[in-house]
């Protein structure tokens, strides 16, 4: 059936570059290249019936709702036992390093409670909007299924990502570093829509007023979000990637808050009151707010400004396959719209490349970045620049320090490196 | 801190129909919607602290990797018993009808295997190329991984999707229909590059020439596919959905051939080999090709044309909140580019409205559509008709009957009847 198969050689495949130069340089343009190749012994992985290839597999009653393979166990969600004191309050973090595309995978995509994620059916849920609106209102889950719903892919970070930064390098890796974050379509009805359906007057004066969102749970989590929000962008979404929200992640309705810091994306969500002010919460007071060198701290610093990260070569994710091409790679987000640009400096930010960007920028989502390169065992500072459509660009860390001190823990956007050695190990370090 | 809450009544908020009627006709208009509520007593649920409320929930340790909480316990992968006589070489379906948006869960993503889901791991898997090349190549995974990669979201269908039903209504429920498909977000090399590497000279003529691609498992499931094809949107894909490769997805790598049929996405690939003609294998010749009623099979029917199902209200999804608002959901997708267009009829086929897509339609990727309607239990003959942009429509079951017969099992697209009754629950019918 097939012609058969006669000296194979192990490949070497990418110390060839032609691949590099031609894709990268000139579009693709590989015709033509004729390095030679070495000849290798016949790889018996390929021209040996394996174990795998004479028997039979799993059937498809293996998994009704299946988890990755066994081989990936090292691809979850990670905890930090230092920073904080227990993990009922406490925060994992996304295994970004291991990940590649935009969605991330909702059974390792970071939680962050303050009471503990709570099991809450939905013949038990309910959604009241109340305060300043013509009737207020409870909605059942079923009463919410009724309403027009909208599917957009965002990003959620935690305004604490990269927040153990601010002092020196400290977390040895991009989960730890950047992994509170996670990116999901979600489906679900425009808080718009419930408010006008409670009556409020959205051609009306509502520039002074106010939501006031809270969860179901102990910490009910309240925050207050302008109106403008509040009608722009928010939805009360019931799906995330294609099925229900997770327990971890709010089911069975969370707040979505486009752009806007992850505390805010109220889980659980159990009532909005339309308010004339903001209620100056606990967690928009003594939290979620940034004091500076001068201990005035600033609030409503709600967006979460333009960022990046390299992920992978990173310190989880040491170079292991020798010199020649190596594909750069890490994501990308911005409150404020869409990532246009990314550059890599593999110097600590003395030259600068533009990555290529997988897909055009997305509102408010994550993008990814690859730079196709070659290494051969030199040292490398590798840092990642992003640019969004306000004409934004990320800071570094000074930059940052300088304007906003070291009292923070919120809101760290700053450049990050990796310094990479000629051993191929990274590790999480400043430059000056 | 905040306003008490003050007779707050039980919604009954659909039955209101201004949003609905606002949000289609008007583009959100609701000022001005003074239409009374009637008042219910005080829900229970939201005025008294209820147990999820009153105590700690799960920490952050509870699950590294999550799976849907309990009560989701109902969204899983299906499988019909007496479609095939065994679960190795058999089939399961993605659970459709209770998911939202576009990206397809991958726990509950369907499997198609021949002879069961293998276990290969990264460091025994390799890829070889081989046939008219200027170099016969094997690559480990560690080289596909110095490889430009790029993201791109695609559908896969399985052939035999809606196979059933030529004969008649069978299956009860849009998993069963139409479950045999899933979408997802890839990332991976494309097939040229390797091909190239090789030493393909895409440049050259290349009109006549194919490849042969199998994977590791003992079945090989071995397809030919066109030159062109290969060297236009094939991807060698190392990641699904942010991750690996579910195992029974082909992990660590497997083919993605946007547009076409499932069957020739050949998991846990090993060989491609350059041909100047087809194979001929079994599974392009006594399968998957499609007999007509003439007893002569069309072959080579690889493109899966435009279809598209409603997914709720649907068999397993009955409508259980009584009269008045009604979302009807759906998706649609095409082999051949993007949805542009999808219409429901509630009467057979006899009248259509166009339905509102979630987003506009992507390059062979799934798309979602939404028609917010009011139902008062008037009997419906659901039906979904879609088209894409070439311009094709998707034809109904007796247009398709009458060009190719009811031999076949494959590449059945026709429009779908769910018929609604009084009481909310749906069935599977034709309608003539």
Redesign the interface.
Known sequence: ???P???????N??S?R???R???AAG???????MA?AQATP?P??TEV?D?????????????????????SD?????VEWLTA???S???FTPIH???????????AF???H????????E???L?I??MV???????Y??L???????HTYFLECAANTGMEWAGAQLNGAQFTHGMIHNM???GIPL??LL??A?L????DLKDKWV?V?G???S?N?RSIPMEKALDDCLIA??A????L???HG?PVRLVVPGWEGNMWVK?I??I?V?DGP?E?REETSKYTDTLDNGISRKWTWVMDAKSVVTSPSPQMPI??GH????ITGMAWSGRGAITRVDVSKDGGMTWETA?L??PGEDKALT?F?L?TEWNGEEMFLQSRAMDSTGYVQPTKNMLREVRGENSIYHNNCIQTWWVKPNGEAENVEVS
């Open positions: 059936m097939t012609a198969v006669k000296g194979p050689v192990k490949g495949a990418p060839r032609a691949f590099l031609g894709t990268i693709g343009a590989l015709a033509g290249a004729t190749r790889d992985l390929i394996q795998w290839a004479s028997g039979l597999g799993d059937g498809v009653d293996a998994t009704p709702y299946g988890l990755p393979i066994e081989f990936e691809v979850i969600r990670r905890n227990d993990t009922i406490s925060i994992n291991a990940l590649d595309g935009t969605i991330t995978p909702t059974g390792c939680e962050r409670h009471s503990g994620a709570i099991e809450l059916r939905k038990d849920y309910r009241m109340n305060g013509d009737q207020e209102t409870i909605f059942t079923e009463d299924e009724r309403f027009p719903r909208e599917n379509e979600y489906s718009r829509t006008e359906e009556g007057d959205t051609a009306g006031y809270e179901a749970d102990a009910s309240g019931i799906k990637n294609g099925e229900a997770r327990k971890e089911y659980w159990r009532r009151e308010m209620v919460s292991t396959h020649g091409p190596l594909v290529r997988a897909q990814r690859y196709e």
